[in-house]
C-alpha cells in the first residue's frame, strides 16, 4: 500500500488521468485510446473510466467538442 492506496490502484489512477487528456484532445479515436492503456476490450476500458469519472468516454469527448 503506497499512501492508503494499492499499486495497482495508483497505476489505474494515473493511467484512467492519461486516457481523460487523450480524449479531450480529441485526435485519436476511443478505441485508439482504449489500446493505448492497455485495454484490449472496449468495453472493459468504458467501465474503467466510468468508474473513475462517473461518465463514459463518448460523453467527456461529446461535452468536449460542444465546448469549442
Do not use: V
Given at each position: 500500500m503506497l499512501f492508503g492506496t494499492s499499486v495497482y490502484a495508483f497505476f489505474?489512477?494515473?493511467r484512467m488521468q492519461e486516457a481523460y487528456r487523450l480524449?479531450?484532445?480529441d485526435e485519436e479515436s476511443i478505441l485508439g485510446i482504449a489500446l493505448r492503456m492497455g485495454y484490449s476490450n472496449p468495453g472493459h476500458f468504458t467501465a474503467a473510466f466510468r468508474k473513475q469519472f462517473g461518465l463514459n468516454p463518448s460523453d467527456l469527448r461529446q461535452s468536449s467538442r460542444l465546448r469549442r
Open positions: 489505474q489512477k494515473e480524449l479531450l484532445s
